[in-house]
Structures are given as C-alpha cells and as structure tokens.
C-alpha cells in the first residue's frame, strides 16, 4: 500500500464526512469520525509545511535520527 500527504488528507477528510453521515446509525461513529478529522488536520499541516522555512518533511525514514540530533544542536545553541 502506499500514500502521499495529499491523499492522506483528502482521504481521511472524505472518512469524516461518511462517519457523520453514519452517526445516526450508530453514535460510535463519533469516535471514528474525531479520529480521522484529526488525521486529516495533521496531514494538512504537513503539506502546508512542506518545504517552507526550510522545515521539510523527512523523505527518508533513516535520516530521521540525524534531523532530530540536528534540531536538538540547534536548540542548545539557542538556549
């Protein structure tokens, strides 16, 4: 299976909207539909981070170790 942010958040948007159209059904739909607005929200504040301020999302799992290392340096210097 593969994803994207941009599918993710358009996806999981979609996924709300069909847990509200279903809380009549069943109120457990709530929680389902809270979940995967959060998800979307998430994925949205990726794409709109992406790339900007030179705060880029992690490609490559494997380099995600040094990118935190990174930041930590950098936050040491600053405080």
Known sequence: MRTDER???IKSLHK????I???HED????KWAI???????????VLSLKGTANFNV???PE???DAI????SILRNIC
């Open 69 to 72: 290392q990174n930041e930590r």
């Open 63 to 65: 380099k995600l170790f």
């Open 58 to 60: 992690i490609r490559e």
């Open 27 to 30: 109120d457990y739909n709530w």
């Open 16 to 19: 709300t909207h069909q847990f």
């Open 35 to 45: 979940i995967s607005l959060h998800n979307s929200a998430q994925a949205f504040m």
């Open 21 to 23: 159209l279903e809380i």
């Open 7 to 9: 599918k993710e958040a």
